[in-house]
C-alpha cells in the first residue's frame, strides 16, 4: 500500500463513518504513524508503507472511527498557530477559545496590564500564548486537577515559558496570592444531561465539561467570588456556551451595577464570550 492509497481509503473510511473533515483527519493520523510531516507526505505519494507502518496506521483509524479524538491518538492539538500537547486529562483546546486570547491581547494593548490569571486552564494553551505574546506581563494559571496541570508544565516548558508562568493547584480563585488586572476563564458550561447525553465525556474529562444542571454552576460561582480577584479597573473574560449570555450578563448585573458588561458572538455568529470590565460606565 502507497501513502496515497493509504490516505484514500482512510479518506473514504471515515466519510462512511461520518467523520469530519476526512481528507484532514486521514492526513494527521498518516502523519502521525510514519512521524513525518505534511511536506513530507506528499512529496512522496508513492512510497510504499512497511507492513508494521500499515497495520499501526489502521488501529489509529480504526480507533478515530472508535470516536476517539484525533488530539488524543496523537497527542497534539494545535491552537492560536501553536502545537500543544493533549491527553485525556484535559479537554482538547477549541477555535471559538481563541476569541478570549483576541480579546485579552486587545486589551493588554490599550489598558495598564500587569498581571493576568487564567482560571481551569487545562493544557495551558491560553496562557502560554498570553506569555509568548506578553512578556512583561505576570501571569497565573490554575486548575482543579493535578494531571491537567502536569499537561500544563509540559506546554510552558516546551514553549519556553515556564518560567514566566505561575502553575497554581486548586479550585478556581482560591490560589490567586491577590487581585489581578485580567481574569481569563473558559470554565464547564455544558449542562450535566447534555454532555452525558451527546456523549461528549466518553473521551474527554466530565470535570472540563460539566457546568451543573444548567451549565452556569461554575460560571456562577467564578462571578461570585471575581470582586475582590480584580484591582480597581479589571477585567474578567468568560467563555460561555450558546444561549448563555442572557443569564451570565444578569448575574453579573446583579453582582456588579455600575460596570461595563459586553456579549461578543463567535465567528459562527453564536453568543460565546462575556467580558465585564470593572471600570465605571461613563
Known amino acids: 500500500m502507497t501513502v496515497k492509497e493509504a490516505l484514500t481509503r482512510a479518506r473514504k473510511a471515515f466519510a462512511i463513518g461520518n467523520v469530519e473533515d476526512a481528507r484532514l483527519e486521514s492526513e494527521l493520523l498518516l502523519r502521525h504513524a510514519l512521524r513525518i510531516d505534511r511536506v513530507q507526505l506528499y512529496q512522496e505519494p508513492e512510497r510504499r508503507l512497511a507492513p508494521r507502518e500499515a497495520a499501526g496506521f489502521w488501529r489509529l483509524v480504526e480507533r478515530r472511527l472508535g470516536g476517539e479524538p484525533t488530539a488524543y491518538i496523537t497527542g497534539r492539538r494545535e491552537f492560536y498557530g501553536l502545537s500543544f500537547s493533549v491527553d485525556s486529562s484535559v479537554l482538547i483546546p ?8 483576541d480579546t485579552a491581547l486587545e486589551i493588554a494593548r ?9 482560571i481551569g486552564t487545562g493544557c495551558g494553551a491560553i496562557a ?18 493535578a494531571p491537567a496541570l502536569r499537561v500544563a508544565r509540559l506546554n510552558c516548558q516546551s514553549h519556553g ?4 508562568i505561575r502553575l ?6 482560591d490560589p490567586l496570592p491577590g487581585p489581578v488586572d485580567l481574569v481569563v476563564a473558559n470554565l464547564p ?13 466518553d473521551f474527554e474529562p466530565l470535570l472540563a465539561l460539566d457546568g451543573g444542571r444548567d451549565g452556569l454552576e461554575k460560571i ?9 480577584r480584580l484591582r480597581p479597573g479589571g477585567f474578567l473574560l468568560l467563555e460561555i456556551g450558546q444561549e448563555q449570555g442572557g443569564a451570565v450578563t444578569a448575574l453579573l448585573r446583579r ?8 456579549v461578543f458572538p463567535d465567528l459562527a455568529g453564536i453568543d460565546r464570550m462575556v467580558v465585564l470590565s470593572l471600570a465605571p460606565v461613563e
Open 94 to 101: 477549541r477555535p471559538e477559545t481563541e476569541l478570549l486570547v
Open 110 to 118: 490599550r489598558c495598564p496590564v500587569m498581571s493576568v490569571a487564567e
Open 128 to 145: 502560554v500564548v498570553l506569555a509568548l505574546s506578553l512578556p512583561e506581563v505576570r501571569i497565573y494559571a490554575t486548575d482543579i486537577s
Open 161 to 164: 515559558v515556564a518560567d514566566r
Open 168 to 173: 497554581l493547584a486548586g479550585d478556581m480563585l
Open 189 to 201: 458550561y455544558v449542562p450535566q444531561r447534555e454532555a452525558y447525553r451527546l456523549g461528549l465525556a
Open 220 to 228: 456562577g460561582r467564578l462571578c461570585s467570588k471575581i470582586g475582590d
Open 255 to 262: 453582582l456588579f451595577p455600575s460596570a461595563r458588561i459586553e
